[in-house]
């Protein structure tokens, strides 16, 4: 069964390491070793796949979920997420909060900011206590009235002990929308947004996980943002041009996305990047760079048409509890295509792709 | 945070087994302490959550999946299923087959047999063979080709060893429908066919795991049915009032479900049950009742408008490959409502519903 795979595949996943592949936990960390696992062995043969209309976006897209045109002026947005964060309860939230606001999340950065219903599959460990089970479900239950949707069919399965620590959530979410925003939409001359502080969710993990004490507000922004982004949709129609949400790989990550996907080069201006001093106290001890840690409640927006626009964007995202902190923090360029530059004001730095998160078992 | 819960709910969920309850194997087992476990603890709150129609249906219904009115003639019907089953391959299929096929069977049991997009979460262990995870990934493109159908969007994690065996895989689907057929839709009169041989998933599952050797054919039955189901509901537009299909707990499990939710009693004549030999070979050596074995590939139908529409419905499952073993196994009775009897040729006896399915992890 070997013969038809392409002989350079498995030493390329695994960055070298020989004959009898294996997969790593990198792979599973949203940066350049997970790219590599689904481009050359998860989704080998699906990209290619006939859709159901031919302008739908599937696979091949790498965007943050599907669209696939059902009328002329009708796009069903789908998109899932398994969840296997550790641990289960977290400073700002748990898995099913996670669960939830990565979905609808999703759904939102496609520009379909009104989710019809989301699937949940929870895989739960034998032994595993109800009364944790229960909160973790009112607090799925809390989220989904946030985002003003709900959970309409599910699956459960048990696994013995031994055989999975805890809890798994899947979700998967369903919305339609007129106007699809893609990842891939940025042109040079379009101006970036941050919908917030950046850090707080992957920092937050770090500090409990490794049981630091940093003075401060070190809790996971874990939020279902399409109220917030439905906001800044409706500013100036089609002047949102590409969105992404940065978690696993961080901002950084999904700047990397949008600049190579758009063929822009992008300028950061750091000291316009909101980052809590908890989440920079805590980076600057562990040499970790913010802009790649993940984040849970979060948007980069491009916005097209100008200053005078994007501050209208700005001022929409503001006056929503979920934007207060959002800020423009640079620009696309039409000069140094699929690279992040990084702008400190005593002068400009490239700031790498991640190979992936830091942390394992982030979300 | 315990105030709110219903102080008898743990006891209730653990059969009694006081404070502290805790999640058992039963509860992921598709019988009556699965159902119990989702109704008071996974689903609550949910099932009130106002969907986006009126009419649509939600995870009240506990049907396949859900279906949210779009339009006044369009049905979007979404389900998910996570697949956990060992070992990942089994004699006729694999976790990913089985994925794809569950999920696809699942949409159209409730009459959308077009699938228009599916989604794939992996969990993966670190350390899993990259060979293994290709033959999977290729046997989801083989069975997503049968179905007419791809993976349009997905997410992969990974676990560390210890935290994960294996690999899981989630799939959700989406398919538009004009016609939603439920499993609550029996009448006394109507008429029940099962597609082919039953048992064949589960007893293939227990042979492999347990190591007994049994002559003759002991293979899944894993396979998407929806064109064969697409054959069936053409036949006569509307004669197909009710379908599921009979995944962990077995045809008798869906069967108990049927007659609950549609008000009736159902009659089981034994003799026109298709049993494969070995399955049947295995049961008895295990006393295990084949009516309660899961199906990959099956699906429990409901027909109105007499034993010549039935027929007419029959032939056409008859002339698909996968329907040739398909027989008229039964009725919808006026009487004892909620049970199912079996007739056995010497008698009558009740068919029990199945706590839960005797093999974990068989899907």
Not at 217 to 224: E, R
Not at 241 to 262: C, F, I, N, Q, W
Not at 301 to 309: E, Q, S, T, Y
Not at 346 to 352: P, Q
């Amino acid at each position: 069964m070997t013969a038809s795979i392409d002989p350079t595949l498995r030493m390329r996943v695994n960055g070298g390491a020989g004959r009898g592949g294996h997969v790593g936990m990198k792979h599973g960390a949203g940066g350049t070793a997970m790219r590599r696992l689904i481009a050359e062995t998860l989704t080998r043969g699906f990209v290619d796949a006939p859709l159901p209309t031919p302008g739908s976006i599937g696979l091949a897209a790498f965007d943050d979920g599907a669209a696939l045109q059902i009328a002329p002026d009708q796009w069903l947005v789908l998109t899932t997420d398994s969840h296997v964060v550790q641990p289960i309860e977290f400073p700002g939230g748990d898995i099913g909060r996670l669960a939830i606001a990565g979905t609808v999340n999703d759904l939102a950065m496609m520009g379909a900011t009104e989710p019809l219903g989301l699937t949940c599959g929870v895989i739960i460990e034998e032994g595993f206590s109800l009364e944790t089970l229960e909160r973790v479900q009112r607090s799925m239950q809390a989220a989904c009235a946030e985002a003003g949707v709900s959970v309409v069919t599910g699956d459960t399965k048990v696994m013995r002990k031994g055989e999975l620590d805890g809890l798994v959530v899947n979700t998967a979410g369903v919305a339609l929308t007129r106007r699809v925003v893609r990842d891939a939409g940025l042109a040079p001359g379009d101006l970036l947004i941050v919908t917030g502080s950046i850090g707080d969710h992957g920092m937050a993990l770090m500090a409990v996980r490794n049981g630091f004490e940093i003075e401060g507000d070190l809790t996971s922004d874990v939020a279902p943002i399409n109220t917030l982004v439905r906001a800044a949709l409706q500013v100036v129609p089609g002047a949102i041009v590409a969105m992404k949400d940065p978690t696993r790989g961080g901002v950084a990550g999904s700047l990397h996305e949008m600049a190579t996907k758009g063929g822009v080069g992008i300028l950061v201006r750091e000291q316009s990047v909101p980052v809590k001093p908890a989440v920079r106290a805590l980076a600057e001890m562990l040499g970790i760079e913010p802009l790649h840690v993940a984040n849970e409640g979060k948007a980069v927006i491009g916005v097209r048409g100008g200053m005078a626009v994007a501050e209208r964007v700005l001022a929409a995202l503001r006056e929503h509890p979920l934007g207060r902190d959002a800020a423009i923090v640079g620009e696309a360029l039409a000069e140094h295509v699929g690279r992040v530059i990084v702008d400190t004001g005593l002068g400009r730095r490239l700031v790498s792709e991640p190979e992936g998160e830091p942390l394992p078992r982030i979300c």
